[in-house]
């Protein structure tokens, strides 16, 4: 028999063409489908109820010095609270320990002046740095992972008077529905980046469905909350985190006041 040489080696380079085509063309499809699939991740951020934290529903904490909120002198000021019920230092049971950046020296009292970043006191004694004026005090018992106790004993709130003819440049009615923010706040890193607390204190009004509300925008994406309730944020990404939250009545207008718009960053590393 004879072979026919040239053309069975030119069919077998055809085979060899076809072959590497198709899997040239395999690679780009899945190239495109791989890139694709990149360019629809997207972090999506979640606002969930947090559950599971002990009620402390007999907690209570009392200002004891300077009981008149007078202080005669701006600068270094001495401040004595008296706690029931609760105990300072301790670390609180529950899942929530594990879940969320919790302090190692356990439960604190959470001091805030004019609606600034908090102080955490483990002592219910301590001092502070307060300038001459019209201030704004809130100190309210705090779970050991920032989370506020809520009942109506575990909150002081005081208007100070510091040094001679003090001035009111905050505006402060003392009897107006407030919003005063706690969480969250600073840096975290790692697990604690998982979970964060977003927790606030509301005074002289309630939230509800209805009526008041926070409105939460973090990052740009709005949360409307209608009860207060502490919260976890979930999915956030890595780097600066913008949280702002807002006092709203009924059809979403802000409510007056001057701690009732407020604004915070944290940062978030791997």
Same mark, same amino acid.
């Given at each position: 028999?004879?072979?026919?040489?040239?053309?069975?080696?030119?069919?077998?380079?055809?085979?060899?063409?076809?072959?590497?085509?198709?899997e040239q063309k395999k690679d780009a499809v899945d190239?495109?489908?791989?890139?694709?699939?990149?360019?629809?991740?997207?972090?999506?951020?979640?606002?969930?109820?947090?559950?599971?934290?002990?009620?402390?529903?007999?907690?209570?904490?009392?200002?004891?010095?300077?009981?008149?909120g007078m202080i005669a002198n701006g600068g270094e000021a001495?401040?004595?609270?008296?706690?029931?019920?609760?105990?300072?230092?301790?670390?609180?049971?529950?899942?929530?320990?594990?879940?969320?950046?919790?302090?190692?020296?356990?439960?604190?009292?959470?001091?805030?002046?004019?609606?600034?970043?908090?102080?955490?006191?483990?002592?219910?004694?301590?001092?502070?740095?307060?300038?001459?004026?019209?201030?704004?005090?809130?100190?309210?018992?705090?779970?050991?992972?920032?989370?506020?106790?809520?009942?109506?004993?575990?909150?002081?709130?005081?208007?100070?008077?510091?040094? =001679?003819?003090?001035?009111? $440049?905050?505006?402060?009615?003392?009897? @107006? *529905?407030?919003?005063?923010?706690?969480? !969250?706040? &600073? /840096?975290?890193?790692?697990?604690?980046?998982?979970?964060?607390?977003?927790?606030?204190?509301?005074?002289?009004?309630?939230?509800?469905?209805?009526?008041?509300?926070?409105?939460? =925008?973090?990052?740009?994406? $709005?949360?409307?909350?209608?009860?207060? @309730? *502490?919260?976890?944020?979930?999915?956030? !990404?890595? &780097? /600066?985190?913008?949280?702002?939250?807002?006092?709203?009545?009924?059809?979403?207008?802000?409510?007056?006041?001057?701690?009732?718009?407020?604004?915070?960053?944290?940062?978030?590393?791997?």
């Open positions: 028999m004879k072979r026919n040489t040239p053309q069975i080696f030119a069919m077998l380079v055809l085979v060899a063409l076809t072959l590497s085509c198709k190239g495109k489908t791989t890139d694709e699939a990149l360019e629809v991740i997207d972090i999506t951020i979640e606002l969930v109820k947090l559950e599971g934290s002990p009620a402390y529903e007999n907690a209570a904490l009392e200002l004891q010095s300077p009981s008149d001495n401040f004595a609270f008296t706690v029931s019920d609760y105990e300072l230092g301790a670390q609180t049971e529950g899942p929530n320990t594990e879940k969320l950046a919790n302090s190692g020296k356990g439960q604190h009292i959470h001091f805030i002046l004019n609606n600034q970043p908090y102080s955490a006191h483990y002592e219910p004694a301590f001092s502070k740095e307060v300038p001459d004026g019209v201030h704004h005090l809130v100190a309210f018992l705090s779970r050991s992972y920032h989370e506020s106790v809520k009942n109506e004993n575990s909150v002081v709130v005081k208007k100070l008077e510091v040094g =001679t003819n003090p001035k009111d $440049e905050i505006g402060l009615d003392m009897e @107006a *529905p407030t919003l005063i923010y706690s969480r !969250p706040k &600073g /840096e975290y890193s790692g697990a604690d980046t998982e979970n964060l607390l977003l927790d606030f204190f509301v005074l002289n009004t309630t939230l509800s469905e209805d009526g008041n509300k926070v409105r939460a =925008t973090i990052n740009g994406e $709005e949360f409307m909350i209608s009860e207060w @309730a *502490p919260h976890i944020v979930k999915g956030l !990404p890595m &780097g /600066e985190v913008t949280v702002q939250l807002e006092l709203v009545d009924a059809e979403g207008n802000l409510i007056p006041g001057p701690f009732n718009k407020v604004v915070r960053t944290v940062t978030l590393k791997p």
